[in-house]
């Protein structure tokens, strides 16, 4: 019998993740579709990370779960879930299939070259989840430059925090070429118990590059129409501010970096009190990052 996506389910759920994913937040009548789109992503991420199954069968599932959203399937209860929430709101398709160009990517390529590679693969695997949960908020998208920096930075976070956890899994490595290679630092420094002081700065570097796209996606979480989105936004901006401060000075092989519940109950707290005091405003004009 032919296996399904989901056979392939790590059993990570929106509340394992390390930034609010629909979160008590958003308003309930958006939830279901956030959550769906979530759903569709989590199973396609699982297929493209499983560290057994063969690439060949891999791509075979993810174009499955693309004729799923098109109606030519139905082997993906994921994209047929999915597919149903978007018919329900008139919603394009197209920031799904976005998501699936990135899964394919991480089936077939386990190197970036540069930062302008990295940001080129954050267009298809961060930036249309930002765009997606905007358009179900019926938002201007003029706020799209500030959601796909932050999206993006998001992305590059959870890419150094999970490093070592890559390249030992999957031989994956989402570290610029070009910055490793200045450092002079193999694969293989990346499966050891403790980085390396060349790795450290490394790391330290995309950091500061990280920090570039918080600074652009900053005015955000006010630009944003729906009042408890900008909220969850500007929760999820102090995290990511508040982790890539800890990526400056920690180290990803041997030290936690991601936040207890402890402490992001006390980040939220404080953005969200920033928040309500901040003047709401019109983004200000901004180039995008990635057509």
Not at 230 to 248: D, F, K, P, T
Request: contains cysteine; proline residues 5%; hydrophobic residues 45%.
């Amino acid at each position: 019998m032919t296996q399904q996506a989901n056979a392939l389910s790590s059993g990570k759920g929106h509340g394992d993740e390390n930034f609010p994913v629909a979160s008590f937040l958003i308003e309930p009548r958006h939830r279901a579709a956030i959550l769906a789109f979530y759903r569709f992503a989590r199973t396609a991420d699982d297929v493209a990370d499983h560290a057994t199954t063969a690439p060949e069968e891999k791509l075979r599932l993810l174009n499955e779960m693309q004729d799923g959203l098109l109606g030519t399937s139905d082997a993906s209860a994921e994209a047929v879930a999915l597919r149903a929430a978007l018919a329900a709101r008139s919603l394009s398709m197209q920031h799904a299939f976005d998501l699936l160009e990135a899964f394919r990517r991480d089936v077939t390529k386990r190197r970036y070259a540069d930062w302008s590679e990295l940001m080129d693969y954050c267009r298809y695997s961060a930036m249309p989840v930002g765009r997606f949960v905007l358009d179900v908020h019926g938002e201007d998208r003029e706020t799209w430059p500030c959601s796909d920096a932050l999206c993006a930075a998001l992305q590059v976070i959870n890419h150094v925090q999970d490093c070592g956890k890559d390249y030992r899994a999957l031989d994956r490595i989402y570290l610029p070429q070009d910055a490793m290679d200045a450092a002079d630092i193999a694969p293989e420094a990346l499966a050891a118990s403790q980085a390396s002081p060349a790795l450290r700065q490394v790391i330290a570097h995309l950091a500061l590059r990280t920090d570039a796209l918080l600074a652009q996606a900053r005015p955000f979480a006010a630009a944003i129409g729906d009042f408890r989105l900008g909220l969850e936004v500007s929760v999820i901006q102090a995290l990511a501010e508040s982790l890539n401060r800890g990526l400056r000075h920690k180290d990803p092989l041997s030290q936690r970096v991601h936040h207890s519940k402890m402490e992001m109950a006390g980040l939220a707290l404080g953005a969200s009190a920033r928040f309500v005091f901040t003047p709401r405003r019109k983004p200000a004009t901004t180039p995008a990052l990635v057509p």
